[in-house]
């Protein structure tokens, strides 16, 4: 019941704007409504958390420049939790290894902000085929994100 009314209401689709500018870098592969699982130990200012687990759905869209993960918890709405270019220098807080079965994101919270401590992981669970695997330029990167990226999937607000 819970898939039809995401389905139903939107929530996991690519948001309208989003779509037309993937589609304007040349979409490699999209899927939408992509079952995740966010686990997250740690503290960040407003939770504290040991072994929480809990489950959205999302987006992930490669294109011949970037890789982009969404979250959605509303219709029409997407929080992104990865976007990086295949060609930027591979360092940073996050890891993302894209697989045949989706795409895993391992956060050090701590090198996000000096506030946060702990570990944060996303996992998006979708069949990529090989063909499209052999047309990504790597499937190991490595990225900075801000401490807002953090704050969306922890389900924190935070206003800056």
């Keep these: 019941m819970a898939i039809f009314l995401r389905r139903l209401f939107g929530i996991g689709k690519l948001p309208r704007d989003m779509r037309e500018q993937f589609d304007s870098e040349g979409i490699i592969y999209l899927a939408e409504y992509v079952a ?6 740690g503290k960040v200012p407003g939770l504290r958390a040991s072994g929480s687990f809990a489950s959205y759905v999302g987006s992930l869209v490669f294109t011949s420049q970037r890789a982009v993960a969404t979250l959605s918890s509303v219709p029409k709405v997407a929080g992104r939790t990865m976007d990086v270019r295949w060609s ?16 895993s994101l391992e ?32 499937r190991h990167l490595e990225f900075d994100v801000p401490p807002e990226y953090v704050y969306r999937a922890v389900e924190v607000p935070h206003n800056p």
């Design 36 to 41: 995740v699982s966010r686990r997250f130990s």
């Design 88 to 103: 930027d220098p591979q360092q940073g807080s996050v890891t993302a290894e894209i697989s045949g079965r989706g795409v």
């Design 107 to 138: 956060v050090d919270v701590a090198a996000v902000d000096s506030q946060f401590s702990g570990q944060l992981s996303l996992t998006y669970k979708a069949d990529i085929p090989e063909d499209v695997l052999s047309r990504l330029p790597i």
